[in-house]
């Protein structure tokens, strides 16, 4: 008996829904540029031709994932925005607050946590536009102003910057590889130490 349009439909959402989860977690643990279509199809076991069948590119696949973020997975964005309107320190404590959640955040937030982080750092061999934020620039420009109020310590901004991202990254990837019950966290407080 043949399948009917709704079966062939729901065939064609679990194939897409695996490409698109074998994808992001390729995507987390390794970042865009050490990702391949090969590697896609390998890990969620498809041809070719399939991926192409959803997808035009590696970009594509990338892309929805970051919009998959934004629609599905808002609640465990970074407060990027937040943090820039409420500025210095008070933004800082923010993102690290962010962090501290992520220690027992499910397995899915921390993928999509990963590429969105990466995402900044993601586009030397992109061929086509990427959705990235600028983290760095706005953690530099957050301990600036953490500066010009006094509560961060002075030093070389953007080596600041450079140490926050990289542990904030550092943290997200210890945490990829572990349950969140057997996962240290750590805290705000600790974290905001750094600029002390």
Do not use: W
Request: glycine share 6%; proline share 3%.
């Amino acid at each position: 008996m043949p399948r009917t349009p709704e079966q062939n439909a729901n065939i064609r959402d679990k194939r897409k829904a695996k490409i698109l989860k074998k994808a992001l977690k390729l995507f987390a643990i390794n970042g865009f540029d050490n990702v391949t279509v090969d590697d896609i199809t390998e890990a969620a076991n498809c041809s070719h031709g399939l991926f192409y069948h959803y997808f035009n590119t590696r970009e594509d696949i990338y892309n929805e994932l970051l919009e998959t973020k934004k629609k599905s997975y808002a609640k465990f964005d970074m407060p990027i925005q937040e943090a820039e309107n409420l500025g210095g320190y008070a933004g800082l404590e923010a993102i690290a607050g962010y962090i501290e959640m992520l220690s027992t955040a499910p397995q899915d937030v921390i993928y999509f946590s990963r590429i969105k982080m990466l995402s900044s750092f993601a586009t030397k061999t992109a061929e086509e536009t990427l959705v990235t934020t600028d983290y760095l620039g706005i953690v530099e420009n957050l301990i600036k102003e953490g500066q010009e109020e006094g509560k961060v310590a002075d030093g070389d901004i953007k080596q600041m910057a450079l140490c926050f991202v990289d542990f904030c990254n550092g943290c997200s990837y210890r945490r990829l590889f572990s349950e969140p019950d057997n996962f240290e966290k750590i805290s705000k407080e600790t974290i905001l130490r750094l600029f002390k």
